[in-house]
């Protein structure tokens, strides 16, 4: 999630649990704590240039649920041994630096980018995928609940504020994942008529909101790729095909930056030759034909695909344009199938 966020979960949380005279210190301590595994990106930028390792590197070992109760433990010590606030609340204190500190991946592992929740095992980063990584929804709760409890400071509705900003705000969550289901089943269904039941795919939703969601299934030749608003569309979802260059990326399989993708984001990548080079777009953030993240992993020659240092690679899309259009596709359904760019993938019966 945004840093706000972040730091408002932080904060809500650690005041929640301390004691009420150390509540208005609590916000603080609590906003540092919900910021500090982000913090990875500081000695990330400074170990490597390499754009492909600075993504994947990133929400590994500051949001592991294996590493982080040990940070909280060295710091709640270390202030604890001041003899300050913590020392005279040990027990609220050491329970509030820790979930301050836990809940920071566990709320990144809902949105789509990937967290390494487990890390350093081997296993591949967790996404869950039920809500955009900046959902107003969501934080105006805890924001609401921090503002309280700053003004209250030690009296008793400054936690009952806290206490139902965190219940609204998970509340919330929940219902992301509600409809996340909705979309999914509508999604399987369409998919199947059209021969790809098994097909690798996820489900994300569009910017600022859980109302509309995009669908992405994986095909031998690309990607297709759908919309489903829960308040406006009815029937079946349509999709929308698209073509990835698989014979490019099936030669450069075997490239570093290319098996580091692949295992961050889970196969969902869209080849594609540009300027003589082979890039790389993870499809789980953007929409057709926008993406954040898009590297160039090889250069093209008479002998092959020959392997570079990966390079980030941006080209202009208009953000605003797209912002109007998903607040218009969440109330109205398109008119046809066919009435989105792209070839439409209509079901078959």
């Known amino acids: 999630m945004d840093s706000i966020t972040q730091i408002l979960l932080g904060a809500a949380v650690t005041a929640a649990i301390a004691p009420p005279g150390h509540r208005r210190a609590a916000l603080l301590a609590g906003a540092a704590l919900g910021t500090l595994p982000d913090l990875d990106v500081l000695p990330i930028a400074l170990l490597t240039d390499n754009p492909v390792e600075r993504m994947t590197w990133h929400r590994g070992a500051t949001h592991s649920l294996l590493v982080l109760p040990l940070i909280a433990w060295a710091i709640w010590a270390w202030f604890r041994s001041r003899a300050g606030r913590v020392a005279q609340a040990p027990r609220r204190w050491f329970w509030a630096m820790q979930l301050a500190l836990l809940t920071h991946p566990l709320l990144d ?98 910017p600022f909101n859980i109302l509309l969601w995009r669908v992405v299934a994986m095909t031998p030749d690309g990607f297709v790729e759908g919309e489903r608003s829960l308040v406006a569309d009815h029937g079946s979802m349509a999709f929308r095909r ?73 080209w202009p899309w208009e953000a605003r344009q797209r912002l109007v259009g998903v607040w218009q596709r969440i109330w109205r359904e398109p008119a046809s199938p066919g009435a989105a760019t792209g070839s439409a993938a209509a079901p078959r019966r």
């Open 109 to 206: 592992a809902f949105t789509v980018y990937g967290t390494q929740l487990l890390w350093p095992l081997p296993v591949r980063p967790v996404m869950w995928s039920s809500i955009f990584i900046i959902d107003p929804l969501y934080t105006v709760w805890l924001l609401l609940a921090c503002a309280v409890a700053c003004w209250a400071g030690p009296r008793r509705v400054a936690g009952q504020a806290l206490a139902a900003g965190l219940a609204l705000s998970s509340l919330y969550l929940a219902a992301s994942l509600g409809a996340k289901a909705v979309v999914e089943r509508e999604a399987s269904r369409s998919l199947a008529w059209q021969g790809l039941a098994d097909a690798p795919r996820f489900s994300v939703p569009m």
């Open 242 to 314: 698209y073509r990835s260059d698989v014979d490019a990326l099936r030669d450069v399989q075997a490239l570093p930056a290319v098996r580091e993708l692949t295992w961050f984001n889970h196969g969902f990548m869209k080849a594609e030759r540009r300027e003589g080079q082979l890039v790389l777009s993870d499809l789980r953030m953007g929409a057709e034909p926008d993406y954040t993240f898009r590297f160039a992993v090889a250069m093209g020659g008479p002998d092959g695909w020959r392997e570079i240092h990966p390079g980030q690679v941006e």
